[in-house]
C-alpha cells in the first residue's frame, strides 16, 4: 500500500507546476526548507484529500487509527494532544455543564473546560510523599465526587500520568456511566499502550474519549496527535466539528505523512518493536535493582499499574535533587532527560530506543551510584495545598483586577493560572482563594508559570465588587 510519502514523493517529481501555496512554490531555491522536507509541502490540491473534511486517503488513514487503537472513530491531528483535548472537552460538555477533572491534569484539561464555559469540580488524588508523585485515581473517589454532584457530565483524568502512573479506567468507566457521566482520559503519554506486552489502553477499557500524542512515545513528528471516539453518548459530529474550529484550515502534508507513515508501522511492526522496546526496558531494570545509592521508582501501594517505559529516577538517598541529578547526567555524560521534580528525575523512553541507548544510561547511572554523597537524606514531599473555590474557571479570567505582590496576595481571588512546567498541571486556578498556605508553596516552588504577571513573584487578583459567578 502506498503511504502518504509515497505519493508526495511521486507528486514532488513530477512536472506540475504549483500555482498555489506554499510560497516556497518547491524550488529547492531555500536551504533551510530543503533540509527540512520543503520539497514536499503542499497545500490541499486534487489527489491529496483534506484533513479537516477528509473523503478518501485521510478517511482511510482515520479508520486505520481507529482499527489499531480500538476506537469506533478516530481523528487525526497536527496541533499535539492540546487540539484533542480543546475539542473533545468543548463538544461532549454542554455550555455551562459540570465537569469533574483530576486535580493533576494537565492545563489544556482546564482550557477546554473554560472552553466550554464549565463549572468545574476537581479531585485529588493520593501523592507518594517520599517520592512527590501523585498515585492512582481511585474510582471510590470518582464515585464519592458524582454522588456529591450529581450534575457532573463528564470525568477528565490523565492515565498515564507524566510519570507512569496509570489508573484503573474500566472500573472508572464503569462509574462514570452509572452515573451518565462520559470519561475522557488524557492518554498523550500512552499511544503506545496496548501494544506488545503493554497495558491495554483506555479505549480498550471502555473510555468515551482518549486522546493520544504520537510524538511522545511512537515514531512520529512534534505535533502529532489522535482523538479516539466512542460509544453512543459521545456526540461525535459536534466533537469532530470542534476540531475543525480548533486545528488549523491548513494542516501540514508533512506533519500529516508523519501520522500516516507511524501508523502503517504500528500495523506492520507494532507489537514486535513494542515487545523489544520492553526486552531493553527489562535489561536496564535488572541494572537498576543493583544501584545502591540511587533508586528507579517501581509505584507502590497508591498505584494502580505502571507504564514500564517511564524511568523515574532519585538520588534523595545520598542528597541530590531532582535538578541536580539532572544536571549530571546532562553535564557529565551528554544525556538530556525529560523533566525534574524536588525529589527525581524523568527519563522518557520510545519506540526508538535501544538496548544500547538504555545502556548507556545505566552507564552514568552507575558511575553517579558510586559518588560521595552531598548531603543529608532528602525528606519527603508536601502535596500543594487545595484552595477554595470562591468562582467559575471562566468568569474568573474575564473579571476585572490587578497584578499583586504574592505577600499582599492573601485573602484575594485569582484571577489567573499558575501551574509548575512540566508538566503543566495548575497549581492554582481562576476562582480560586490565594491562602497562606498557597502562598508559602508557591514562594518555594520551582518552575512555576502563569497566565499574567511574573509567579511566584506576583498574581493576578480579582478586583473584590467584581462578579465571577
Known amino acids: 500500500m502506498k503511504t502518504l510519502l509515497d505519493r508526495l514523493q511521486a507528486y514532488a517529481a513530477s512536472p506540475a507546476l504549483p500555482m498555489h501555496m506554499p510560497g516556497h512554490k518547491r524550488s529547492g531555491a531555500f536551504p533551510w526548507l530543503n533540509a527540512l522536507g520543503g520539497g514536499l509541502d503542499i497545500t490541499e490540491i486534487d489527489g491529496f484529500d483534506n484533513l479537516n473534511d477528509p473523503q478518501t486517503l485521510f478517511r482511510e488513514l482515520e479508520s486505520r487509527a481507529a482499527r489499531l487503537w480500538h476506537a469506533q472513530e478516530s481523528l487525526c491531528l497536527v496541533g499535539g494532544s492540546t487540539v484533542g483535548v480543546l475539542a473533545a472537552l468543548r463538544g461532549a460538555v454542554p455550555p455551562g455543564g459540570e465537569v469533574l477533572l483530576v486535580r ?24 507518594d510523599r517520599s517520592w512527590g508523585i ?4 481511585p474510582p471510590a473517589a470518582v464515585e ?36 451518565d457521566a462520559l470519561l475522557f482520559v488524557d492518554e498523550a503519554h500512552g499511544a503506545h499502550l496496548g501494544f506488545g506486552g503493554f497495558p491495554a489502553n483506555a479505549m480498550a477499557q471502555g473510555a468515551d474519549l482518549a486522546v493520544q500524542s504520537l510524538h511522545k512515545t511512537l ?25 475543525g474550529l480548533l486545528q488549523t484550515s491548513s494542516p501540514s502534508y508533512l506533519l500529516s505523512a ?71 547526567l546532562r553535564e557529565r555524560y551528554a544525556i538530556e532527560t525529560e523533566m525534574a521534580g524536588e525529589r527525581f528525575v524523568l ?24 559518588l560521595p554523597a552531598v548531603g543529608d537524606p532528602l525528606g519527603p514531599v508536601s502535596p500543594p495545598p487545595v484552595p477554595r473555590r470562591r468562582g467559575e474557571l471562566a468568569p474568573s479570567l474575564r473579571a476585572a483586577g490587578r497584578l499583586l505582590p504574592l505577600s499582599q496576595a492573601v485573602g484575594q481571588v485569582s484571577g489567573e493560572y499558575v501551574w509548575a512546567y512540566p508538566p503543566g498541571a495548575p497549581l492554582l486556578l481562576p476562582g480560586e482563594e490565594i491562602t497562606p498556605e498557597i502562598v508559602r508553596y508557591l514562594q518555594s516552588a520551582s518552575g512555576l508559570r502563569s497566565t499574567r504577571g511574573q509567579a511566584p513573584e506576583r498574581i493576578f487578583c480579582i478586583d473584590a465588587e467584581e462578579k465571577m459567578v
Open 104 to 127: 493533576g491534569c494537565h492545563r489544556s484539561v482546564y482550557h477546554g473546560a473554560e472552553l466550554a464555559n464549565a463549572r468545574v469540580h476537581t479531585l485529588l488524588p493520593p501523592m
Open 134 to 137: 501523585w498515585g492512582s485515581v
Open 144 to 179: 464519592d465526587a458524582l454522588q456529591a454532584h450529581p450534575g457532573i457530565r463528564l470525568v477528565a483524568l490523565t492515565s498515564p500520568t507524566y510519570e507512569g502512573v496509570l489508573s484503573d479506567v474500566a472500573a472508572i468507566a464503569a462509574v462514570c456511566h452509572a452515573h
Open 219 to 243: 515514531p512520529s513528528l512534534t505535533q502529532t496527535a489522535v482523538l479516539h471516539l466512542q460509544g453512543s453518548r459521545v456526540d461525535r459530529r459536534e466533537v469532530r466539528r470542534n476540531v
Open 258 to 328: 508523519s501520522i500516516d507513515g507511524c501508523v502503517d508501522y504500528l500495523e506492520r511492526c507494532g507489537d514486535d518493536a513494542a515487545d523489544r522496546w520492553l526486552e531493553a526496558l527489562a535489561e536496564f531494570a535488572q541494572r537498576a535493582r543493583g544501584l545502591s545509592t540511587l533508586e528507579c521508582w517501581n509505584g507502590g501501594p497508591l498505584v494502580w499499574g505502571r507504564d514500564p517505559s517511564k524511568l523515574v529516577l532519585s538520588g534523595r538517598k545520598k542528597g541530590l535533587s531532582g535538578p541536580a541529578l539532572m544536571g549530571l
Open 347 to 370: 527519563a522518557m523512553t520510545g519506540m526508538g530506543d535501544t538496548p544500547q541507548t538504555l545502556s548507556r544510561l545505566a552507564n552514568a547511572l552507575e558511575d553517579i551510584d558510586r
